[in-house]
């Protein structure tokens, strides 16, 4: 997280920038030493920076979970992943499967100490790039007309043919400009450059832009209004041209974009439509400096937050969501007026996503909705600020656009009733769980293991490592350390297919499962243990619950921990009595007390004599004499 390479990235795409060092099912890739990602410390409750230990890639077959919370938030990962969970005595870790409505996940809402930059050198940028070779420098005063005598005979000949070019036109390439200042002959402060990649009356920009106040307003528009395009000119000449397309009458706005480019030496063209004013920049080093230097991305539906967005002080970072709210941003009056609403739009989800954590850096914490806009093919997301402390924060945001409307409504309010859908804590708000879905997936998953255990997620989510206890934990340091763990990922693949095997035997013989009441006998992780962490019973019932079927279970030792994780499920006093009236019975964990039932009495207490022995206790022609449909699992029924 160094200055200026602060982003928001997936982990697909950290995964494709590293080296892969394993071949095999899970494919592990080297990380940078310096790479690190924003990190929660759960000793002191602060945010941090982590280091990346290890990215890795693998096929997954199995449930996903997403967890929707409260704000439009949501969490999409495998069932068996680590969920952080508020508490009252702190935190708690749960596998997603264990997480059920009510339950708090928590939101980023400060960030960590980072590195800071008070300017972006383009001269410093550009090297080793692509571009390099094509980009002049010129100066500003005559400071290369005035120094040529000094270094003239330093021009090496067999590569510049007309040296004296650079004393008429006070002009050079930029890696003969390199050149000669690393040779000492040659020393014209940065400041005083300019850079171009056309000869005759080309689009020059500063060499230095500074970090201030200017250059995150500027990022804001054009995360709202601006475009990339290229083409290509005469004798295939690369052109390309940055636009800001605002509405005519948004005058504040076009002023304030035509002085920032000017103050960095840019010139622009106006282009009038009916309504609408473009401001366009023909300039291939001002593209790169928006596309591939900050990463904006080049249209409305590839758009995400500048890579400077968090390591600027909080006041800059209120520029660019100034700047962002002047064309994508509105404000609706709700409740006849009597109320409002800000509301920023795009179709990007990770610039929404890194929009909403923007926000929260700043004592914010937005919603985020989906919508279909009008004459749109594309959903569009929704930032939506609302209640009166976080509106009167946010007053200014457009400027004089509003004010007059904002400053009445907010006037008017009759009680300054607190946000709903979250809780503010010290450095994190808390969000509610309101609903979890579960779906059957064959798909690529990817994990990343960092120093602190933690990793901030999408709008800024605060998330546990992807790796969990126990056979998982044991494969990935297997890898980690050159080993080839065959028969663990063999264990991993067993265990996980197991419980997939126990639903769909379950559907087999019920049919559907909607509206079926299930007995479970079992709910611990394995026997003689309370310990109901990454437990497959969990995992079956809640499947089993999303897809609309009752349980009773019942566990010798383990209800109290289950009922802590678990919601919607009757616990029983008994074995007999979980089996009591149910449409089919699973055994999940081979208790010893399971082994001794009086499986005659089970049969007749059970609506349909329907058993599922997810650990092969029973003899299955014994139960096939007592009336039972019996299904094992890897014995070919």
Not at 234 to 260: C, L
Not at 282 to 309: C, E, H, I, M
Not at 554 to 571: I, L, Q
Request: with cysteine; net charge positive; glycine share 6%.
């Amino acid at each position: 997280m160094n200055s200026p390479h602060v982003a928001t990235e997936s982990l697909e795409k950290l995964f494709a920038e590293a080296g892969q060092s394993f071949q095999g099912d899970v494919v592990q890739v080297k990380v940078p030493a310096h790479r690190r990602v924003l990190a929660f410390d759960l000793n002191t409750g602060k945010p941090t920076l982590a280091d990346v230990r290890a990215v890795t890639r693998r096929a997954y077959n199995g449930t996903m979970v997403t967890l929707q919370t409260s704000m439009g938030r949501s969490l999409r990962v495998t069932a068996d992943h680590p969920i952080i969970v508020r508490a009252e005595s702190g935190f708690k870790i749960v596998p997603a499967c264990s997480v059920v409505p009510g339950d708090q996940l928590m939101a980023l809402c400060e960030l960590p100490h980072v590195e800071s930059t008070s300017a972006l050198n383009l001269i410093e940028l550009l090297q080793g790039t692509s571009l390099d070779a094509e980009v002049y420098v010129s100066a500003r005063d005559q400071s290369f007309a005035e120094q040529y005598a000094r270094f003239a005979k330093y021009i090496p000949a067999d590569t510049y043919r007309y040296p004296h070019d650079i004393k008429r036109s006070n002009r050079m390439p930029l890696w003969l400009f390199r050149q000669l200042t690393e040779q000492g002959v040659l020393d014209v402060p940065t400041e005083r450059l300019q850079l171009y990649t056309a000869k005759g009356a080309a689009t020059k920009i500063n060499a230095v832009i500074p970090v201030d106040a200017d250059l995150m307003r500027l990022c804001g528009y054009y995360l709202a209004e601006g475009y990339i395009s290229c083409d290509t000119g005469r004798a295939g000449a690369i052109r390309e041209r940055v636009g800001f397309s605002f509405n005519a009458n948004e005058t504040a706005y076009i002023d304030d974009v035509k002085r920032i480019l000017e103050r960095w030496g840019l010139k622009y063209i106006e282009r009038h439509g009916t309504r609408t004013l473009s401001i366009v920049v023909s300039s291939r080093v001002f593209a790169y400096l928006l596309r591939d230097v900050l990463q904006f991305g080049t249209r409305s539906n590839d758009k995400a937050l500048p890579r400077l967005a968090f390591n600027v002080a909080p006041e800059w970072r209120y520029e660019l969501v100034r700047g962002a709210f002047s064309g994508d941003g509105a404000v609706t009056a709700v409740q006849d007026g009597k109320n409002l609403m800000f509301e920023y739009a795009t179709v990007s989800k990770p610039l929404a996503d890194g929009m909403a954590l923007l926000l929260q850096t700043l004592g914010i914490v937005p919603s985020i909705r989906t919508r279909w806009m009008n004459k749109s093919k594309q959903m569009a997301y929704i930032v939506r600020i609302s209640g009166y402390a976080q509106l009167d924060a946010l007053r200014d945001v457009f400027g004089e656009k509003h004010r007059a409307k904002i400053d009445s409504v907010l006037a008017g309010y009759q009680r300054h009733i607190r946000q709903r859908g979250f809780t503010r804590a010290d450095t994190y708000a808390t969000l509610t769980v309101q609903d979890v879905r579960y779906e059957e997936v064959n798909t690529t998953v990817y994990s990343l293991e960092t120093s602190t255990g933690t990793l901030i997620a999408a709008s800024g989510l605060i998330c546990h490592n992807c790796f969990p206890k126990d056979v998982k934990a044991l494969t990935w340091m297997a890898e980690v350390n050159g080993c080839h763990p065959q028969l663990l990922r063999a264990v991993m693949d067993i265990n996980r297919d197991q419980r997939l095997l126990v639903i769909a035997k379950l559907r087999e013989l019920l049919g559907t499962v909607r509206g079926k009441t299930i007995a479970v006998w079992g709910l611990a992780f394995k026997p003689n243990t309370d310990d109901v962490r990454e437990a497959p019973a969990l995992d079956i019932i809640h499947i089993l619950q999303s897809e609309g079927a009752r349980i009773r279970a019942y566990d010798p030792v383990a209800m109290e921990n289950a009922r802590r994780v678990t919601s919607g499920v009757t616990f029983c006093e008994s074995a007999y009595a979980a089996a009591e009236g149910a449409d089919a019975l699973v055994l999940v964990t081979e208790w010893n007390e399971f082994k001794q039932m009086d499986m005659a009495r089970v049969a007749n207490a059970l609506k349909q004599k329907i058993l599922v022995d997810g650990r092969n206790v029973y003899e299955p022609d014994k139960m096939r004499e007592l009336g039972f449909v019996y299904r094992g699992i890897g014995r070919g029924y």
